[in-house]
């Protein structure tokens, strides 16, 4: 059985930091590609971020890029968001998954989100 388990989200000033932890078990996770969307109130889910199963390539929504950081542990099965300078709009309830794709989908592997609140 495949879970994906968020964590570190919760409610922040504008201009702070996060860092959000993504724990797989149910997978080879260090064959996986990894990622996070989010879904701000109101809205879609959105792309955020990925990286391979290396974390030698990475990739960002040009929303988040230069204040966001994916990385990841595989000896720790766990993806990271490192989240700086978090302004009002990174409001979300923030998704873990597997693979590169950058739009939500069914094929995926997803976890069941954390909520991240920033405030003005």
């Known amino acids: 059985q495949v879970q994906l388990v968020e964590s570190g989200g919760g409610l922040v000033q504008a201009g702070g930091s996060l860092r959000l932890s993504c724990v797989a078990s149910?997978?080879?996770?260090?064959?996986?590609?990894m990622g996070w969307f989010r879904q701000p109130p109101g809205k879609g889910r959105e792309f955020v971020a990925s990286?391979?199963?290396?974390?030698?390539?990475?990739y960002y929504a040009d929303s988040v890029k230069g204040r966001f950081t994916i990385s990841r542990d595989n000896a720790k099965n766990t993806v990271y968001l490192q989240m700086d300078s978090l302004k009002p709009e990174d409001t979300a309830v923030y998704y873990c998954?597997?693979?590169?794709?950058?739009?939500?989908?069914?094929?995926?592997?997803w976890g069941k989100g954390t909520l991240v609140t920033v405030s003005s």
């Open positions: 990286t391979t199963w290396s974390g030698s390539s990475t």
């Open positions: 149910g997978i080879t996770f260090r064959s996986f590609a």
């Open positions: 998954k597997t693979g590169l794709r950058t739009v939500v989908n069914a094929v995926d592997y």
